[in-house]
C-alpha cells in the first residue's frame, strides 16, 4: 500500500515537480506555526504567564488552530507520500506522529475546558486546578517532542 502510495499522482507531484514540495512544505510550516503557536500561548496562559490575556479569547483562536492543524495533516500526508516507505520506519518520524496524536488529544481537552470554564477563571485565576496546569505543561512538552521529531527527520 505505501508503495502504492508513492506512485501516487500527488506523490509524483510532490517528488519530482519544481513546485510541489516547496509548496507543501510552505504549508506545513504554516499550518505548524498556527496550532503549535496558539497552543503555546494558551498553555503559557494556562501556567500563569501573560496574565493580561484574557482565556476567554483563546476560545475563537482554538478554532484557527485545528484550522492549522488540518493544513499541517493534509500537506503532512503529501510530504509523507513522496517516501512513505522510508518514514514508516523512520524513528523520529514516528516520534512525531506519535507527538501530534497526543498533542491533538489533549488540545481537545483542553479546549473542552476552556469553553467550559474561560469566563470563571478569566475572573478568578485561582479557579484552575492543578489538573489544567498539568495539562498544559504535557501539551508544550508533546508540542515540542512534535517539533524536534520533525526536524529529526532530515538528518537521522
Not at 503557536?37 to 504567564?49: A, H, K, P, Q, V
Not at 483563546?58 to 512513505?84: D, P, V, Y
Not at 512525531?96 to 475572573?123: E, F, M, P, T, Y
Request: overall charge positive.
Amino acid at each position: 500500500m505505501l508503495e502504492w502510495l508513492e506512485y501516487s499522482s500527488i506523490s509524483i507531484w510532490v517528488g519530482e515537480s519544481i513546485w510541489g514540495y516547496p509548496i507543501m512544505l510552505g504549508l506545513h510550516v504554516i499550518g505548524l506555526a498556527t496550532v503549535v503557536g496558539i497552543f503555546t500561548m494558551l498553555n503559557f496562559r494556562i501556567l500563569g504567564l501573560f496574565e493580561s490575556l484574557e482565556l476567554s479569547s483563546f476560545i475563537e483562536f482554538c478554532k484557527l488552530a485545528w484550522i492549522g492543524l488540518l493544513i499541517n495533516a493534509a500537506s503532512g500526508f503529501a510530504l509523507f507520500s513522496s517516501q512513505a516507505t522510508f518514514y514508516i520506519t523512520n524513528t523520529p518520524f514516528l516520534v512525531k506522529i506519535s507527538s501530534i496524536l497526543v498533542g491533538s488529544i489533549i488540545g481537545v481537552k483542553i479546549h473542552c475546558r476552556l469553553k467550559k470554564s474561560a469566563k470563571i477563571w478569566d475572573q478568578d485565576k485561582n479557579k484552575l486546578k492543578t489538573q489544567d496546569r498539568i495539562l498544559a505543561g504535557f501539551s508544550l512538552f508533546v508540542w515540542l517532542g512534535a517539533i524536534f521529531g520533525g526536524r529529526l527527520i532530515a538528518y537521522i
